[in-house]
T-cell receptor, first 111, second 116 residues
């Protein structure tokens, strides 16, 4: 069974710092990988989706990379802001209905 | 455009009561998913609907859980005889392209269920 791990579980940084969140998965046979942010009471917001044939995706200050063969993905956040404070989840898709989530990294950006 | 909506946002119930949770997917999305997130844990898949195909119920934890979907629109998740371990946030997601690498799931805000 696919297992998804996110490190660190929690991260606290001062405003303006660049940071990297890590995600690893055990089975490289994936269709895609998604990064989400979760805010209390607001469900999940999709940030980036990387298809299995892609290496990275960028959206604004966010950049996600995928190394499928080694089972790793990183989410890079540039020039962090207090509004970036949230829990970040990665999830890998192995079938139409098989989306496996990590337990997330709780990010706090200190003003 | 409108995203995935869920109601109610919060539900408090007594042990043994039945509850019904609602999900309105994004219009035109053929695939709909239900997940559960217990406190401090990751998301667990519950059930998947795709068009008029038979739903994949493999994630439902017990026969107290059931779900229905009307065509490609609203879905309801029903939990009968609720137990305290059913307390969780129930999330619904929809997708326009569930097959292959273009499957991007969009989530609703969730329903927080508390069973006393």
């Amino acid at each position: 069974k696919q297992e998804v791990t996110q490190i660190p579980a929690a991260l606290s940084v001062p405003e303006g710092e660049n940071l990297v969140l890590n995600c690893s998965f055990t089975d490289s046979a994936i269709y895609n990988l998604q990064w989400f942010r979760q805010d209390p009471g607001k469900g999940l917001t999709s940030l980036l989706l990387i298809q299995s044939s892609q290496r990275e995706q960028t959206s604004g200050r966010l950049n996600a990379s995928l190394d499928k063969s080694s089972g790793r993905s990183t989410l890079y956040i540039a020039a962090s802001q207090p509004g970036d404070s949230a829990t970040y989840l990665c999830a890998v898709l192995t079938g139409a209905n098989n989306l496996f989530f990590g337990t997330g990294t709780r990010l706090t950006v200190i003003p | 455009g409108a995203g995935v909506s869920q109601s109610p946002s919060n539900k408090v119930t007594e042990k043994g009561k039945d509850v019904e949770l609602r999900c309105d997917p994004i219009s035109g999305h053929t695939a709909l998913y239900w997940y559960r997130q217990r406190l401090g844990q990751g998301l667990e898949f519950l059930i998947y609907f795709q068009g008029n195909s038979a739903p994949d119920k493999s994630g439902l934890p017990s026969d107290r859980f059931s779900a229905e979907r009307t065509g490609e629109s609203v879905s309801t998740l029903t939990i009968q005889r609720t137990q305290q371990e059913d307390s969780a946030v129930y999330l619904c997601a929809s997708s326009s392209n569930p097959l292959g690498s273009y499957n991007e799931q969009f989530f609703g805000p969730g329903t927080r269920l508390t069973v006393l």
